[in-house]
T-cell receptor
């Protein structure tokens, strides 16, 4: 079974631009979560989707948004990029809805975003 | 409210010696606790999880962790370190209705030959 895939793996953008990152979950998984990882703040939860509905949202500004499609693939968008948005963005998928069962998550390799 | 504290930012061991990575948590609810490992330029991999079943949890690659409610701890151990264990380790707590995860700051495990 293929793992979680994220595209692109690396991205360089300029301040003020917007960016869209994509995540394809493991086949059959309907939960997708997004995380931001930086040296300064560590790993922080962005948002979480199940069956096309946002279930939870972390403490990030409205410039960060996401969505999930009917095939469970998910995208996150960051508008008006700032230098501080440079980070590794990780996506994770799970078979179960958030808060139910064991909720074991499988992570993708991440997208490395550099904002200049 | 929930939080997690990884007590050591770096742990250095020699190959073949025991590993202890410490994690304390706080939660107003019964928590689920996880340990993940991240190798350089890779995503996170689940090592083991505690979800209110057995307090001693066995994971992959010889790791295990013990949930101690009285000490609010969930320390990760391995009897004998291998060079391939060198990586960043994260302790994670989830609890409450929203089940939003809180990550520790990570512990970098260094294994010397």
């Amino acid at each position: 079974k293929a793992g979680v895939t994220q595209t692109p793996r690396y991205l360089i953008k300029t301040r003020g631009q917007q960016v869209t990152l994509s995540c394809s979950p493991i086949s059959g998984h309907r939960s997708v979560s997004w995380y931001q990882q930086t040296p300064g703040q560590g790993l922080q939860f962005l948002f979480e989707y199940f069956s096309e509905t946002q279930r939870n949202k972390g403490n990030f500004p409205g410039r960060f948004s996401g969505r999930q499609f009917s095939n469970s693939r998910s995208e996150m968008n960051v508008s008006t990029l700032e230098l501080g948005d440079s980070a590794l963005y990780l996506c994770a998928s799970s078979l179960e809805p958030p808060g139910q069962g064991v909720y074991e998550q499988y992570f993708g390799p991440g997208t490395r975003l550099t904002v200049t | 409210a929930q939080s997690v504290t990884q007590l050591d930012s770096h742990v250095s061991v020699s190959e073949g010696t025991p590993v202890l990575l410490r994690c304390n948590y706080s939660s107003s609810y019964s928590p689920s606790l996880f340990w993940y490992v991240q190798h350089p330029n890779k995503g996170l991999q689940l090592l083991l999880k505690y979800t209110s079943a057995a307090t001693l949890v066995k994971g992959i690659n010889g790791f295990e962790a013990e949930f101690k409610k009285s000490e609010t701890s969930f320390h990760l151990t391995k009897p004998s370190a291998h060079m391939s264990d060198a990586a960043e380790y994260f302790c994670v707590v989830r609890s409450g209705g929203s089940y939003i995860p809180t990550f520790g700051r990570g512990t970098s495990l260094i294994v010397h030959p």
